[in-house]
């Protein structure tokens, strides 16, 4: 199983972004996607998650600004940010919690994307 995260780069304030998340190989379910950033000198933190029955999350601080979304056809997950502010540069990292076939049986796990950088500068 891979994630490959996409879509970051370098935005002028308020402008928008829609960051991508595939994933690929032997999956039997997508069960949560999430979307976490990290900025240079912080901890990793949670941005937006969306679950399996739709129950959706986003953090306080860009709460109205994003908008967490999954095309379960293509296994791809998608952060849409609006707005963005100097305060959103980070780089930011896709998680799936999936269901995948390991040989003859079912593995559940979380797996993450590599990152990608978001930069917001004028």
């Known amino acids: 199983v891979q994630l490959q995260a996409s879509g970051g780069g370098l935005v002028q304030p308020g402008g928008s972004l829609r960051l991508s998340c595939a994933t690929s190989g032997a999956i039997f379910s997508i069960d949560a996607v999430a979307w976490y950033r990290q900025a240079p000198g912080k901890q990793r933190d949670l941005v937006a998650s969306k679950s399996t029955n739709g129950r959706t999350f986003y953090t306080d601080s860009m709460k109205g600004r994003l908008t967490i979304s999954r095309d379960n056809a293509k296994n791809t997950a998608y952060l849409q940010i609006n707005n963005l502010k100097p305060e959103d540069t980070a780089v930011y990292y896709c998680?799936?919690?999936?269901?995948?076939?390991?040989?003859?049986?079912?593995?559940?796990?979380?797996?993450w994307g590599q990152g990608t950088q978001v930069t917001v500068s004028s």
């Open positions: 998680k799936t919690s999936l269901t995948y076939y390991d040989t003859s049986r079912l593995v559940s796990s979380d797996f």
